[in-house]
T-cell receptor
């Protein structure tokens, strides 16, 4: 069956450290993978999109990698801050190149001051 | 731009009642989506639309209906509400398909008793 998995346990890290979140998928061949941030009681907010032919994408303190062989994406936040505390969702297009996205359950990140 | 707006923010329904969740976007986006998010779960696609007059089912369409008479509006109709429809509903829009970010509304928290 098709699955997209994120670590459901919360990730606690110290301020200033690099947070690394994982998104694994099976039985999909996505052309695009996106990462969103969701704060409690709010809708998700887009962070980054990476294409299947891109290995890595960066935006300020954020970095995303996409390994189609391992079927995995890693999301890094460098020099983390308490304000980065939120739930982070990965999403991939369920049928390559379409607009029907499948979302993971998200990983809750808490950055400790 | 207001972005994506949703009304109401909260609603309690009795089993068997009906209601319409409203969604409007002012970004002239062609694509619009309805998701539901249950506690600890990822977003599940209910219905989507690629333009006015065109709608299609997502992953969990049963018990819902949609229409798209204008580019701006994409209402979600619940007929004969059931406790299983208790959830947070998010509307989203994007300029085009899978290589574009989705903009989410603030959500509607629905409880069916």
């Amino acid at each position: 069956s098709q699955k997209i998995e994120q670590n459901s346990e919360a990730l606690n890290i110290q301020e200033g450290k690099t947070a690394t979140l994982t998104c694994n998928y099976t039985n999909y061949s996505p052309a695009y993978l996106q990462w969103y941030r969701q704060d409690p009681g709010r809708g998700p907010v887009f962070l980054l999109l990476i294409r299947e032919n891109e290995k890595e994408k960066r935006k300020e303190r954020l970095k995303v990698t996409f390994d189609t062989t391992l079927k995995q994406s890693l999301f890094h936040i460098t020099a983390s801050q308490p304000a980065d505390s939120a739930t982070y969702l990965c999403a991939l297009d369920s049928t390559s190149g379409t607009y029907k996205y499948i979302f993971g359950t998200g990983t809750r990140l808490k950055v400790l001051a | 731009n207001a972005g994506v707006t949703q009304t109401p923010k909260f609603r309690i329904l009795k089993i068997g009642q009906s209601m319409t969740l409203q969604c409007t976007q002012d970004m002239n986006h062609n694509y619009m989506y309805w998701y539901r998010q249950d506690p600890g779960m990822g977003l599940k696609l209910i219905y989507y639309s690629v333009g006015a007059g065109i709608t299609d089912k997502g992953e969990v369409p049963n018990g819902y209906n949609v229409s798209r008479s204008t580019t701006e509006d994409f209402p979600l109709r619940l007929e004969l509400a059931a406790p299983s429809q208790t959830s947070v509903y998010f509307c989203a829009s994007s300029y085009s398909g899978s290589h574009n970010e989705q903009f989410f509304g603030p959500g509607t928290r629905l409880t069916v008793l």
